[in-house]
């Protein structure tokens, strides 16, 4: 009899053990990936670059709630990942931004010689994609 009761309440300390370590694993980050070009476009590959990421608020030229910087290295067809939120933090908190206020707008600025002298790349409005919305 012992064994019958040992058995159920072991299983649903482990059940809960795994549920409550489920929702925790929610990562603080958004992945990123591009490919680096030099000013005549042609891509710099297996190269240390530096890349100078800012989240705006409401507009492309808004109040900057969030910046980064972050050193990569791009792979033989110049292309790279980062996760924002993992940087080096230039301005704000990652966890404090408010992402309901109102729209948010992404700056990437880089500098494929791996230095501090970035060039715009460019911003743009970020979207929700439609698995996030269900």
């Known amino acids: 009899?012992?064994?019958?009761?040992?058995?159920?309440?072991?299983?649903?300390l482990v059940f809960?053990?795994?549920?409550?370590?489920?929702?925790?694993?929610?990562?603080?980050?958004?992945?990123?990936?591009a490919v680096a070009r030099d000013a005549a476009g042609a891509i710099v590959p297996n190269r240390p670059i530096s890349l100078?990421?800012?989240?705006?608020?409401?507009?492309a030229s808004g109040v900057v709630v969030y910046a980064e910087t972050q050193n990569v290295t791009t792979n033989v067809l110049g292309g790279f990942t980062a996760n924002i939120g993992q940087?080096?933090?230039?301005?704000?908190?990652f966890n404090a931004i408010n992402w309901g206020a109102a729209s948010k707008f992404i700056q990437t600025e880089m500098d494929?010689?791996?230095?501090?002298?970035?060039?715009?790349?460019?911003?743009?409005?970020?979207?929700?994609?439609?698995?996030a919305l269900y």
Not at 1 to 12: E, G, N, R
Not at 16 to 24: E, G, N
Not at 87 to 93: A, E, I, L, P, Y
Not at 124 to 131: A, D, K, N, T
């Open 1 to 12: 009899m012992k064994k019958l009761i040992v058995y159920p309440i072991a299983l649903t």
């Open 16 to 33: 809960q053990f795994f549920t409550i370590a489920l929702l925790a694993q929610a990562p603080l980050a958004i992945p990123y990936q």
């Open 52 to 59: 100078r990421i800012s989240i705006h608020d409401g507009t």
């Open 87 to 93: 940087g080096t933090v230039v301005v704000g908190s």
């Open 112 to 131: 494929i010689t791996g230095g501090s002298s970035y060039v715009d790349m460019g911003t743009r409005q970020m979207l929700s994609v439609p698995y």
